[in-house]
């Protein structure tokens, strides 16, 4: 088996096993057994343990907002293109296993502990940010509607990790169709008439 798929079966059995169980109370041999990889090839591909969990937070996150963008740009109207955000939220939180933000996740067990850990969920969570920046932006909305709508999406990842519900998502998105629907107002109030 070559280096790439090596590192594939690694990072899939690495998916499954930190995110229903967590970090920690996963080790090196039940990764090399769950993927079919040597312990020799698994250090060898990963020489620490941290490098196997940035690593599978890194792709993570591009599978994660590849997802989210695509549900999104379904939406012909960039104003609706925001509220799409907590649908795809409320469907994420409603698949079988779903056990929180795995980035948060990562950060509680290790972001202490491990500078790069701490860094990829960093990345993930500015990009998510940045994301939502660029869909107020296209919705002709104002810039700092972006940081109430990042905090709305987060605070329901944490909740709906909590409770176990969908709920936190479409409560999120009522709060974020208020605050698009304000700063509408707020943008329409401010343009010069024709």
């Not at 740009?73 to 469907?91: C, H, K, Q, S």
């Not at 980035?103 to 990345?123: C, D, K």
């Not at 409770?163 to 329409?188: D, F, K, N």
Request: glycine fraction near 8%.
């Amino acid at each position: 088996m070559d280096s790439a798929a090596a590192r594939e079966r690694v990072l899939d059995a690495a998916e499954e096993l930190f995110y229903a169980r967590g970090v920690q109370s996963v080790g090196m041999d039940e990764l090399r057994a769950a993927s079919r990889v040597s312990l020799k090839r698994l250090y060898q591909l990963f020489p620490a343990k941290e490098q196997l969990v940035a690593a599978w937070l890194a792709r993570r996150d591009e599978r994660w907002r590849g997802r989210l963008a695509a549900y999104v740009a379904r939406r012909r109207d960039p104003r609706e293109r925001i509220p799409a955000v907590f649908d795809w939220l409320e469907e994420w939180f409603g698949e079988a296993g779903f056990r929180g933000c795995a980035w948060i996740n990562a950060h509680g067990e290790l972001g202490a502990l491990s500078p790069l850990v701490a860094a990829q969920v960093r990345a993930h969570k500015e990009a998510f940010r940045d994301g939502l920046a660029a869909l107020v932006e296209e919705a002709g909305l104002p810039a700092a509607l972006a940081g109430p709508l990042f905090l709305l999406a987060e605070g329901a990842m944490v909740s709906a990790g909590v409770t176990g519900s969908t709920r936190p998502a479409a409560e999120a998105r009522e709060a974020a169709r208020t605050l698009v629907a304000a700063a509408g107002r707020e943008v329409s109030r401010s343009s010069p008439t024709a």
